[in-house]
């Protein structure tokens, strides 16, 4: 279905597009509640003025800057690992409470302007996870505090999606978002390259511990700690840039911009990144309509069955010795039967958030790792030293906590978040708007498969774009059944 222009059709009215809610009194009537309210707080409990005026500000300003705060917060995820290693641990909280200001502002915004909330797609779903994760909390009798917070983490991607879903996107801050991740490949591209040519000068700058990979050049980590981070978020941009080359056709910025992310991913030397890379690349090149780019992807089939193919054959076969037949194995495959046994023992249900595979699993030593002996486990122990792979997995951290029937929710998710970004908007939709939903889709692809050895749902600086392209392409979707909110360039 589509709709019509006429000349003879009333304009769309100009208070439909209002930005900061109705008129400027009811700031005023806040302002002076506040002030009433601080005034006695302040000399009572300074912290909590504080806190007050804080998140009244930051209201404010996510009412009258909603996409300066969007893009804040997204980037504050982005560069999380950045912050926190230059402002502390504090600092590192930023993209949390970001992440909030944006749940409550933006929700509250489209109530106050449409009397309406816009759900994206897989919503209810991972509402469903929430609850049975809940429940499961409840019955193993974990502390409030400590469930609270980790259910909070393993949605914190849903809820930015669904943030984003109450914003009124279009054409002009898809070019943001596009222009924001063409800086952000810039930034990766020249560290990766000072990264590259003064190995250790950078990693002496950056405090990051990190050696040479099995290819005899030293693994790239750009500004993160850790080479996944930055393979990751390279992917991300990477698919981006396919698409969008799909899309408008050979551009030479996307283009470069694709080889030289592209190469970074394969100097990471992640076995994951680079296969599920890999993956969604050439699913979108079959796809494609263009006759010559899948006959590019057929002629370089036998070069790389001579070259890449071996090379990463070696490094999964590595890999998968590292998991599951090494020294590491242990910790893994531990994990793995562990979750396996919980989801048995306690069915449908888990062990509870925070008590399985997770954040605060791991820093609240969880009960469940004592009563399977792993105190003095290598990997699965307590404390820093002794516990590196207790966050190390995914789906077992899913299954461990929130049982068979929230794993599956969870993953149910997923798929409607898929299902809901495959349909076009509208028949004639913007080539902007089919390049959010398909980088939505491939996002979610690559993340996915990644999932399958490391906890990318919840690990910055790549897993909100597992979920915010259902949440922009939800909001556009709104924005196209209700015609006003749509600017008269969008069609």
Known sequence: MTIETTKSAPAAPEPTRRRGGRGGMPWIVAALVLVAAIVPLAILAPEVAVVAVGGTVGLYAAFRWPFVIAFAALASIVGS?????????????????????????????????????????????????????????????????????????????????????QLDWSKRRLRGLVVGGFVLAGVLILTSAINFLAPRAWLDFTGADIGLSPLGVPYLSGPYAHPAALGRICAVIGISCVVYLLMYGARWLPALTLIAVTSIGFLTVRVKTITSMIIVYALFALRSRSTWLVVLVVALLPVAALTIIPTLYLLVSADLTSYFFGEEESARGLLIGGAWQIGIDSFPFGAGFGRYGSYMAAINYSPEYVIRGWTRYY?????????????????????????????????????????????????????????????????????TIESIGAPVFTSPPSYPFTFIGAGIVAALRYQYKRRGLIPLDEY
Do not use: H, N
Not at 384 to 404: F, N, S, V
């Open 81 to 165: 690992s950045i912050i926190e290693a230059a402002g502390g641990a504090a600092a590192g909280q930023v993209d949390e409470a970001l992440t909030l200001l944006c749940v409550i502002a933006f929700t509250l915004r489209r109530v106050w302007i449409d009397r309406a909330i816009v759900v994206p797609g897989g919503t209810l779903w991972f509402a469903g996870f929430l609850i049975v994760g809940a429940i499961s909390s409840l019955i193993a009798d974990v502390p409030t505090e400590i469930w609270l917070q980790q259910a909070f983490l393993s949605v914190k991607g849903v809820l930015l999606a669904f943030a984003f879903a």
């Open 379 to 447: 990997g699965l122990g307590e404390g820093l030293d002794w516990g590196k792979y207790l966050t190390d997995t995914q789906w077992p951290a899913l299954l461990g906590e929130t049982g068979w029937l929230g794993t599956v929710l969870f993953a149910g998710g997923l798929v409607a978040m898929v299902a809901s970004m495959v349909r076009p908007i509208s028949a004639s939709e913007p080539k902007s708007y089919t390049w959010i939903r398909w980088s939505g889709i491939g996002w979610v692809l690559l993340i």
